[in-house]
C-alpha cells in the first residue's frame, strides 16, 4: 500500500488485559448536522483520513524487521481481578514526557502497551494535519531509522487537495467559526508477541473527526477500529516501527440524539484528553 490510500479499513477485535475507561454518557439535544447517523455508516472522517493516511504510511514507508516475535507474553504480577477496572496496573507506566507525547515506558509487555496506547492517541490527533506538529509527533514516537522516510510520505499525502476535500484549509487549520475534531480514544490493548527488544500491540480505539460549526458539511462523527503497532525498544524505550488497521469491533448504536454544532465544539475545547497506561 502507499501513503494516502484512503480506501483501507479498520476493525479487529480487542482483547485480553485490556485498559478500560469510563466514557462520559451522551447528552440529548438537537441533532447535529442533519439526520441521526445510521447503525453503521460507509466511512467517516477519521476514517477516511485522521488514522489511515498516518498508518498506510507507516506500513508502506517503515515496515522494517524487529527481530523474531516470541509467543504473548505470560500473565503479569498480581491476581486478575484484583484492581478497579480502570485503575492502572503493574509498574509506573511512564517516566517523562517528549512535549505532550508520554515517553519513558519500562521495559516489558506493559510498558510496550501503554506506549503502543499513547501513541495511537498522538498518530490520531488533529496536530498530525499541520507540518510542524506532524513532524514533532513522528520524530518523538517512531524508530529512529525509519522517521525520514516516513516524514516525506506523509507530508506527500497531507496535501492541499486533500485538506480542501476535509473542509480545512491548505495548513491544516479549519476555516473561521470552525473547530476541528480528530481524537483516537482507546478502548482497551493486548499484547500479541513480545520479545526482550520488540513487540507487537494491539490497541482497540473509537475515532472522532469532522468540523464543529456553523454551517459545516462534515458533521462530526464516530468510527471503531484496532490498531496493530509493532513497536521495537531504541534508545531506552518503546518506538513504532509500522502500524496496520482494522475495522472494529463496533458496537450497536445506541439511541443518544447527536449535539448541536456549538455544543460539540466546546466539548473538544474544554475536555482534555488522556494518559493511558497498563
Known amino acids: 500500500m502507499s501513503p494516502g490510500d484512503e480506501h483501507d479499513s479498520f476493525g479487529g477485535v480487542g482483547g485480553s488485559g485490556q485498559t478500560r475507561t469510563r466514557l462520559p454518557e451522551g447528552n440529548s439535544g438537537d441533532v447535529y448536522g442533519g439526520a441521526r447517523r445510521p447503525v453503521r455508516s460507509s466511512r467517516s472522517l477519521l476514517t477516511v483520513v485522521g488514522v489511515v493516511v498516518v ?7 517503515a515496515n522494517r524487521g524487529g527481530g523474531d516475535p516470541a509467543d504473548a507474553a505470560g500473565p503479569r504480577a498480581g491476581t486478575p481481578g484484583d484492581s478497579a477496572p480502570t485503575a492502572a496496573t503493574g509498574v509506573r507506566p511512564v517516566s517523562g514526557k517528549n512535549g505532550r507525547i508520554p515517553t519513558g515506558y519500562a521495559h516489558d509487555d506493559q510498558g510496550a502497551q501503554s506506549a503502543a496506547t499513547n501513541y495511537a492517541v498522538a ?5 498530525m494535519f499541520q507540518d510542524g506538529p506532524r513532524e514533532d509527533i513522528v520524530r518523538a514516537i517512531h524508530d529512529p531509522a525509519v522517521v525520514d522516510d516516513l516524514l516525506k510520505g506523509l507530508d506527500a ?33 493486548k499484547v500479541v508477541d513480545y520479545t526482550e527488544t ?4 494491539e490497541v482497540w480505539c473509537v475515532g472522532l473527526g ?69
Open 55 to 61: 498508518l498506510v504510511g507507516a506500513i508502506a514507508l
Open 123 to 127: 498518530l490520531g490527533s488533529a496536530e
Open 157 to 189: 499525502s497531507y496535501s492541499a487537495e486533500l485538506m480542501s476535500g476535509m473542509g480545512l484549509n491548505k495548513d491544516g487549520t479549519p476555516p473561521t467559526g470552525n473547530t476541528f475534531v480528530s481524537r483516537a480514544v482507546p478502548i482497551g490493548a
Open 198 to 201: 520488540s513487540a507487537t500491540v
Open 210 to 278: 469532522g468540523l464543529a460549526g456553523a454551517g459545516s458539511t462534515k458533521p462530526v462523527t464516530s468510527t471503531w477500529f484496532t490498531i496493530s503497532e509493532k513497536l521495537k525498544w531504541v534508545g531506552g524505550d518503546w518506538r513504532v516501527q509500522s502500524v496496520s488497521q482494522r475495522e472494529g469491533p463496533t458496537p450497536v448504536n445506541g439511541d443518544n440524539r447527536a449535539s448541536m454544532a456549538d455544543e460539540m465544539a466546546e466539548a473538544v475545547e474544554v475536555y482534555g484528553g488522556f494518559t493511558y497506561a497498563r
